[in-house]
Structure formats: structure tokens, C-alpha cells
């Protein structure tokens, strides 16, 4: 727990939140879409039980991934570099993170709309089936983006826990926020794209310093905060997204 008297690591806490929240926003929706299928006395406790679900998913994958990385002992060579399993895990996240960012960005932009919802299901137990195992691959990309930003299992554990609490007291602001700039989304998934590279990066050997990472995401954060509020007037494009309530697909 040293990473407490650390400003850095703060940062590095608040930073990792922030994108955590707003990379859970889909999953947070999806839940809301598998609960609204439900009698109303069910829903509220299907979306507890999905954030909370969310949540340990999250945190057994850190785990998990963070003793994986800490394999060091090279078990293979490839264009001459001795890979480990560390390596092997990080170059793997970096690779996926890459697809999904490239993926989740051209279906924000020219998806079909709802083309997914047909699948959900509307029974209690065939909904908490669903977020258990979707869930885990709504986890991965969050996961892996917190390995590849920080090296303190404590600080990615804090901020998926806090990520997590924020969405289950102020889901729907926060949803509401982020379906109405579609510009954070895209950012968001762009952070993905920088994130990947720099997995790619240290597996390969060549690691890219935290602190370029951190002021880059800050700096575009910023330069956004400002574009936000000088087009605050005009109305925002409208992201297509695969999940989406049978009223909405009704009309």
C-alpha cells in the first residue's frame, strides 16, 4: 500500500477510474437492457446483481492476469526476442485491445442498431446467466487496459471497485452523460488504441513510460473539455449501439 503517499500514483488512480467508468458505460446499459425485460419488482436486483458481478469478474481477472505477468522466464524465442509468459500476456492484451477499440469504434460509428438485442433473453435466471458470462468479456478489455496502465494490483483493484460503486449509485447520470457526448465515448475507445500500443510495446521489450500515457489521455481530455463546451449548442451525432430495449426496437 506505499502507492498511498504517492501523488503519482493518485493520478494514476483517478485516471484509471475515470476510463474504467466510461468504459463500463456499455456494460452498465447492457445490464439496464437484460433487467428492463423483467417484472419491475425483479429489475432493480438483476442490475445489483450484474454490477456486482461486473465487479468481482473485474477483480478475479486482475488477479489472475497479475500473477501471469509476473512469469518472467522466457519460454520462447521469436525474431529474436525471448518471450516469457509475461510477454506473451501483455502482447495478447495489446493485440485485443487493439481489435476491440478498431471493432467497438466502427460499431459506435456505422453499426447496426440493436442487431444484438434479439439474443437477450427474459427470464430471471437466463438473465443472470447472461451478465455472468458476458460479463467476463465486458471485463477483459477494462482489465487489460488497468494492467497496461499501472503496475500497483491495489491501485487497479481501487479503481474498479470505485468504478463500480460510482455506476451503481449514479448509473443513470453517468449513462446519460456519456450517451450525449459521443465524443468521450469515441475518446475513451481511442485511449484503448494507445493503451494497446503501449502493451504491445512492453511485451516486445520496448515499454512505453506510464507518465507519457497519463499526460497524453490528460491533455486530450482537456483539448475535448474545451471543444465540449465551445459546441455545447449543437446536437450531438447519435452512436449506434447493439443493445436495445424492445420498446425501442418496437418503434
Keep these: 500500500m506505499e502507492w498511498i503517499s504517492d501523488p503519482e500514483m493518485w493520478v494514476a488512480l483517478a485516471t484509471l477510474t475515470t476510463l474504467e467508468v466510461v468504459l463500463g458505460i456499455d456494460n452498465v446499459i447492457f445490464i439496464s437492457i437484460l433487467a428492463s425485460k ?17 465487479m468481482g469478474a473485474r477483480i478475479l481477472l486482475l488477479f489472475s492476469l497479475s500473477w501471469i505477468i509476473r512469469l518472467t522466464e522466457p519460454i520462447m524465442t521469436f525474431g529474436g526476442w525471448d518471450l516469457s509468459g509475461r ?6 492484451g495489446g493485440l485485443f485491445l487493439l481489435a476491440k477499440a478498431t471493432y467497438e469504434i466502427h460499431d459506435k460509428l456505422e453499426g447496426e442498431e440493436g442487431h444484438k438485442s434479439s439474443k437477450v433473453a427474459a427470464s430471471f435466471a437466463s438473465v443472470v446467466m447472461q451478465i455472468m458470462v458476458l460479463d467476463v468479456v465486458f471485463s477483459l478489455d477494462s482489465v487489460i487496459t488497468a494492467v497496461g496502465m499501472v503496475d500497483d494490483v491495489g491501485i487497479m483493484v481501487a479503481a474498479v471497485v470505485i468504478a463500480v460503486v460510482i455506476m451503481m449509485v449514479s448509473v443513470e447520470f453517468v449513462s446519460n452523460f456519456v450517451e450525449t457526448r459521443p465524443a468521450v465515448k469515441i475518446l475513451a475507445l481511442s485511449f484503448l488504441l494507445l493503451v494497446g500500443v503501449a502493451l504491445l510495446s512492453e511485451g516486445l521489450h520496448q515499454p ?31 452512436l449506434r449501439t447493439p443493445y436495445i430495449s424492445g420498446d425501442a426496437v418496437s418503434h
Excluded at 423483467?38 to 461486473?54: C, E, K, N
Excluded at 510477454?87 to 495478447?92: R, V
Excluded at 507519457?212 to 447519435?238: D, H, T
Design 38 to 54: 423483467l417484472p419491475v419488482s425483479q429489475q432493480l436486483t438483476a442490475r445489483r446483481v450484474g454490477l456486482a458481478v461486473a
Design 87 to 92: 510477454d506473451l500476456t501483455l502482447i495478447a
Design 208 to 238: 512505453i513510460p506510464k507518465g507519457y500515457l497519463y499526460f497524453a489521455m490528460a491533455f486530450s481530455v482537456f483539448v475535448e473539455s474545451l471543444n465540449q463546451r465551445a459546441g455545447s449548442r449543437r446536437k450531438p451525432i447519435v
